[in-house]
């Protein structure tokens, strides 16, 4: 056994299915072990940033670990921008970066791809990756591969593996197991004692859930959770879709000033919020109608449990859902009962009338309902907003990190992980960053289904300078490339040729479909057009005070 094939076997074990790579000279070698392995399948991409996605997609949706493989400096470099966002939003990815080997590193030259010195790259990637190991010890390897796939599967964040191309080929021995974290049960029975203690006495308790549960794949618990406490559960804006097809008393997505009115006063009026894997960001909480006293909640992230000033350190958010299943109960306060939130509009009017955002989410309303649900991966801008109105289905978005170009690789991801065709959501803008990558479909056979927001405009940015003329983009015809991608395209001027386009869409299986639906300028969607109104009047208001708890 060599080193790549140690590295390739722990990554199996540790839940990989794939590896999303583009080739370059120093991990040339590792791509030809990787192929003759048979391992993990390796699918390469046209360009750094879109791997990283695609490998953090991956992972999102299926819950577990994603793997990006890329060359040394000008591959891995490039790819910072995807990882920082996998790391900002506590995304399972192992980066594998080739590097040189130790002679090239005794020449005395200085080396194509090197930055500021050899070790500039790691020292970047220290940054935003929660463990780091440079392979250049075959014997030490083995423990060490354990060791960081551990970090990944336990923090639920990156991780960097720098292979030396002289590496590759050195005997080395299989990969060792790392124990996962031990939960002192005494600490556990305490801190599940405070927990309930503070739910049983609250008038007005409420989940609060967030991206945690999907990483560590305890959506289900939750949900029975929820059902024994009897207790309402909301989700994040990062967190929307969560919770999909679970059994719960599910309120809605939580939004601040732009969402449902009976949704904020829930949220924000309870005197025991129980926040579950909830990211503390401004896109979560930056546009609450009453700032929430964080001290008054109870909040389980990063592997710690917070009770007012209270911390419970190295408890897990999966153990601690474990053992309030197992004390718990209906609790005496009258839960919130779930008013019915504006429902998902379905309906679209096809007539002649030129197509908004929210006709959009009509439309796939409609055939969501005649066909089933799709996973929809949604890059940032009117697109994710636009898919806060679709049906509640597993979304996949930058939410938080808020980076452009997400929307396509990560779709691509999604299906080649073993997911379903999925549905991507993507403004023109970002399109431009990374919508080039569908032409890499027709290589593995996956048909997603696209629809360009086409404005000509980075539209959201717009909506926060409106009389900014930099905000203007050219129109590129994006349904005229799609056959030469080895897709098919349609360009939709009005409401009944976006049904049109969408249900040939939904009928043709084998290549990708991109529905390039113009939209005019300054046309926005409703939750958008509330999350930018409510972040202004809060910006011009008086500082909010903490809620009463």
């Given at each position: 056994m060599n080193l790549s094939r140690t590295l390739l076997d722990a990554l199996h074990q540790?839940?990989?299915?794939?590896?999303?790579?583009?080739?370059?000279?120093?991990?040339?070698?590792?791509f030809q072990q990787v192929v003759d392995a048979g391992v993990l399948p390796l699918y390469t991409l046209s360009h750094e940033p879109a791997v990283g996605f695609a490998a953090d997609a991956s992972a999102r949706y299926h819950t577990r670990l994603g793997v990006a493989a890329v060359t040394y400096g000008a591959g891995a470099l490039n790819m910072v921008n995807a990882v920082a966002s996998s790391y900002a939003e506590k995304v399972p990815l192992v980066v594998i970066s080739g590097a040189p080997g130790a002679g090239e590193r005794q020449s005395g030259f200085l080396l194509h791809h090197q930055a500021r010195t050899l070790d500039s790259q790691l020292a970047i990637f220290?940054?935003?990756?929660?463990?780091?190991?440079?392979?250049?010890?075959?014997?030490?390897?083995?423990?060490?591969?354990?060791?960081v796939l551990r970090s990944c599967l336990t923090h639920s964040r990156p991780v960097y593996i720098e292979l030396p191309r002289d590496m590759v080929d050195a005997p080395c021995g299989p990969a060792t197991t790392c124990a996962a974290a031990h939960t002192d049960p005494d600490a556990l029975e305490a801190c599940v004692g405070e927990v309930l203690a503070r739910l049983r006495a609250a008038r007005a308790p409420v989940l609060l859930v967030g991206v945690e549960i999907r990483r560590f794949g305890i959506e289900a618990k939750v949900a029975q959770l929820a059902r024994l406490l009897n207790m309402p559960v909301a989700t994040t804006f990062m967190g929307s879709g969560l919770m999909a097809g679970c059994d719960a008393s599910l309120l809605g997505t939580y939004l601040g000033v732009a969402g449902p009115a009976a949704i904020t006063r829930a949220v924000e009026g309870s005197d025991a919020l129980l926040m579950l894997g909830v990211i503390i960001s401004d896109t979560n909480f930056g546009v609450s109608e009453t700032a929430i006293d964080m001290r008054g909640a109870i909040l389980a992230l990063d592997g710690e449990v917070a009770i007012a000033h209270h911390v419970y350190p190295r408890i897990?958010?999966?153990?601690?859902?474990?053992?309030?299943?197992?004390?718990?109960?209906?609790?005496p306060a009258e839960p919130v009962a779930p008013e019915p939130a504006p429902p998902c509009v379905r309906g679209l009017e096809a007539d002649g009338a030129p197509i908004g955002p929210d006709d959009i989410a009509r439309a796939v309303n409609d055939a969501m309902f005649e066909h089933g649900r799709m996973p929809i991966a949604a890059d940032i801008g009117d697109c994710l907003f636009t898919a806060l109105g679709m049906e509640n289905t597993a979304l996949l978005a930058p939410g938080y990190y808020a980076t452009m170009g997400y929307g396509v690789p990560a779709g691509i991801g999604?299906?080649?992980?073993?997911?379903?065709?999925?549905?991507?959501?993507?403004?023109?803008?970002?399109?431009?960053?990374?919508?080039?990558?569908?032409?890499?479909?027709?290589?593995?056979?996956?048909?997603?289904?696209?629809?360009?927001?086409?404005?000509?405009?980075w539209e959201m940015l717009r909506a926060f300078a409106?009389?900014?003329?930099?905000?203007?983009?050219?129109?590129?015809?994006?349904?005229?490339?799609?056959?030469?991608l080895g897709g098919q395209g349609y360009r939709v001027q009005t409401r009944r040729e976006l049904q049109q386009a969408l249900t040939q869409a939904l009928a043709t299986r084998g290549k990708f479909q991109l529905i390039e639906a113009m939209i005019p300028r300054g046309v926005q969607s409703t939750t958008l057009t509330r999350f930018v109104q409510g972040v202004r009047r809060l910006q011009h208001a008086a500082p909010a005070k903490p809620s009463e708890t």
């Open positions: 540790h839940g990989a299915r794939e590896i999303f790579g583009i080739p370059g000279d120093f991990v040339l070698a590792f220290r940054e935003i990756t929660c463990d780091q190991v440079v392979l250049d010890d075959a014997a030490r390897a083995p423990a060490d591969i354990a060791r897990g958010i999966e153990a601690l859902v474990d053992a309030l299943i197992v004390r718990a109960g209906p609790l999604l299906q080649a992980g073993g997911g379903e065709r999925p549905l991507i959501l993507v403004g023109d803008g970002a399109f431009q960053m990374t919508g080039w990558e569908l032409g890499n479909c027709q290589r593995y056979g996956w048909d997603p289904i696209v629809i360009v927001f086409n404005n000509c405009s409106p009389q900014a003329a930099f905000t203007d983009l050219s129109d590129w015809h994006f349904a005229d490339m799609a056959a030469s």
